[in-house]
């Protein structure tokens, strides 16, 4: 098992930044993905960003060219550099381990997930 935790949530306006942090301790599979996913009261959660071991990345289209996803395997932690943000960029940000590579669709019982970060950005 993976024990994930998120960091680094909060408000901004539309416009700036945000970086989330998610720190991994526990055993990461080879040929799995890392990942960010969101979500909003009365939805379900959506695929935001995966990056595989070998630095291969997948993006929603909602937010290509404005975030970056990254690992640091060193250090064990995932990040999301958030750029231009949008007052539709607000929810709960999950991190998830050990996920699917080759779709962005939440599955329920896949993966390790954290207990999520907040992020709003206001108008």
């Known amino acids: 098992a993976v024990n994930l935790k998120e960091l680094g949530g909060g408000s901004v306006p539309a416009g700036g930044s945000l970086k989330l942090s998610c720190v991994a301790s526990?055993?990461?599979?080879?040929?799995?993905?890392m990942g960010w996913f969101r979500q909003t009261a009365g939805n379900e959660r959506e695929g935001i960003a995966l990056?595989?071991?070998?630095?291969?990345?997948l993006y929603a289209d909602s937010v290509k060219d404005r975030f970056i996803i990254s690992y640091d395997n060193g250090q064990k932690t995932l990040y999301l550099q958030m750029n231009s943000l949008k007052p539709e960029d607000t929810g709960m940000y999950y991190c998830?381990?050990?996920?699917?590579?080759?779709?962005?669709?939440?599955?329920?019982?896949?993966?390790?997930w954290g207990q999520g970060t907040l992020v709003t950005v206001s108008s």
């Open positions: 990056v595989k071991d070998t630095g291969t990345t």
């Open positions: 526990g055993d990461i599979y080879e040929n799995s993905c």
């Open positions: 998830t381990a050990n996920y699917f590579c080759h779709r962005l669709t939440y599955s329920k019982g896949v993966g390790s």
